[in-house]
């Protein structure tokens, strides 16, 4: 009887076992060497990972470039606000790479009536026309993040309307006996899996002026000013799960993780990054923020906010999105 209850013990243990394991990444991991040697500076990779932010990151070819017909847009339709001053060839060149990248499906109606394209009754030619904007802003405007390389639709919207990584505001944790939870412990993809709060954005990188700063370590022996709590903290580095995960990297990518705050000694992409947080709150508070007005319901969050952008919206798992090649340089109008 023993024997047998001790078998099946031995059974169960080794099915949770597995199941457990189940939640990890499949070995073999394999780990490369990015600073001087003890230092610390080793990541860690799962090249099954690699191999699909590979394949999310493929470029499509560019459409065939066309001779200027020498007439500008805004001379020949009637209701062009943002491209008037583009050649009427390149134009509709745009109008059908915009249609590849944004409404494979759909087409031209996705956005048009297209019995009257000068119409601006359907919601999406609005939101498009505010994104052709929002894209030249981020190629003139955010140099010291995107560089000459820039972006177009595609590197958000990878052939969907709405780009697959997008962020709302939670909703307010339902903490049941334990009272508010700050979203605590649900195992929250965005966080990878951990305890930390779910919504680290709404706090961090939803607005210029965010809500709470994303530094958190004193760098003084004794305080000498209001300290940061806990819940601060977890919040920082629950962004910080995110920018690990969107960029596919472990935080040796950009910190000496001998310590955290200082930055001396880090690898200057850590600049880039400060330089993406604060590219992602202005285009959160300029143009993605403000267009939740002009959404249908059912695109809006649980407290009736619109979608907004982290790092992943463009990184989908690369260190550069699209491998770092320049789609801009075929699409010069979005510059
Ligand atoms: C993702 C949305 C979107 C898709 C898809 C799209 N368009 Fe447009 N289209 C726009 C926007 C936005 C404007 C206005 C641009 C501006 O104001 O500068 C526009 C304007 C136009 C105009 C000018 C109409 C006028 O008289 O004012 C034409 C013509 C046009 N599009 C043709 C097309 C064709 C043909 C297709 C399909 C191959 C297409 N569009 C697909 C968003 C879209
Ligand atoms: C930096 C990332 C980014 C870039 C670049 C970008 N978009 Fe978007 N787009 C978004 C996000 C995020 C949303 C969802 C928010 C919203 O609808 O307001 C969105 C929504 C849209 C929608 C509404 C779709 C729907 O069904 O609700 C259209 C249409 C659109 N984008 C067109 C474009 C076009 C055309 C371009 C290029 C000129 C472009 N976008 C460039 C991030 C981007
Ligand atoms: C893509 C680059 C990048 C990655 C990857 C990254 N970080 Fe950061 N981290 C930054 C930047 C940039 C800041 C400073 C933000 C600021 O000053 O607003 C920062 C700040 C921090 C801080 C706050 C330091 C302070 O002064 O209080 C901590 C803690 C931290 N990171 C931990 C981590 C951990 C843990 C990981 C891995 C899970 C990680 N980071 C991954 C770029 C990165
Ligand atoms: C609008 C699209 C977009 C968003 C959003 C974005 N990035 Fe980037 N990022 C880029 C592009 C494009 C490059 C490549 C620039 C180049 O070729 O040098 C890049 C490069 C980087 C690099 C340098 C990588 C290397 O190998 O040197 C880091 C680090 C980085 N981004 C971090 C971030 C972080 C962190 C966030 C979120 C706070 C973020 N990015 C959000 C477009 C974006």
Redesign the pocket.
């Known amino acids: 009887m023993i024997a047998r209850a001790n078998r099946i013990a031995g059974l169960v243990a080794l099915i949770l076992g597995v199941v457990a394991l189940g939640g990890c990444e499949k070995p073999p991991q394999v780990t490369g060497q990015q600073g001087f040697r003890g230092t610390g500076m080793v990541d860690v990779r799962t090249p099954m990972a690699v191999e699909q932010a590979l394949a999310r990151n493929q470029v499509p070819a560019a459409l065939p470039a066309a001779p200027p017909s020498g007439t500008k847009?805004?001379l020949?339709?009637?209701?062009?606000?943002?491209?008037?001053d583009?050649d009427v060839t390149e134009?509709?060149r745009l109008?059908?790479a915009?249609?590849t990248?944004?409404?494979p499906k759909?087409?031209?109606?996705?956005?048009?009536d297209?019995a009257?394209?000068?119409d601006?009754s359907k919601y999406?030619?609005?939101?498009?026309?505010r994104?052709?904007e929002m894209t030249r802003h981020i190629n003139a405007s955010a140099k010291t993040h995107v560089a000459e390389t820039g972006v177009t639709?595609y590197t958000c919207h990878r052939g969907n309307?709405v780009p697959q990584y997008i962020w709302h505001k939670a909703a307010p944790g339902e903490g049941g006996m334990t009272g508010f939870t700050d979203g605590q412990n649900v195992a929250a993809p965005v966080v990878g899996l951990t305890s930390l709060p779910y919504d680290p954005f709404a706090d961090l990188i939803a607005a210029k002026a965010p809500a709470q700063a994303i530094r958190v370590a004193a760098n003084t022996a004794l305080p000498t000013g209001p300290s940061r709590s806990i819940k601060d903290t977890e919040e920082t580095y629950g962004l910080m799960m995110h920018l690990s995960q969107a960029l596919g990297q472990n935080c040796t990518f950009c910190h000496n993780t001998r310590s955290f705050y200082d930055w001396e000694g880090n690898p200057p992409r850590r600049a880039t990054a400060w330089h993406g947080i604060q590219m992602v709150r202005d285009l959160n508070e300029q143009f993605l923020t403000p267009l939740a007005s002009t959404l249908p319901a059912e695109r809006l969050g649980p407290t009736g906010d619109g979608p907004k952008l982290n790092c992943a919206t463009c990184h989908q798992g690369a260190s550069k999105p699209l491998g770092g090649v320049s789609m801009l340089q075929d699409y010069s109008v979005l510059k």
């Open positions: 847009a805004g020949v339709f009637q209701n062009v606000k943002v491209l008037g583009t134009f509709t109008m059908n915009m249609t990248w944004v409404a759909e087409g031209c109606a996705y956005c048009h297209v009257n394209l000068a601006d999406t030619k609005v939101v498009a026309r994104m052709i639709c309307a």
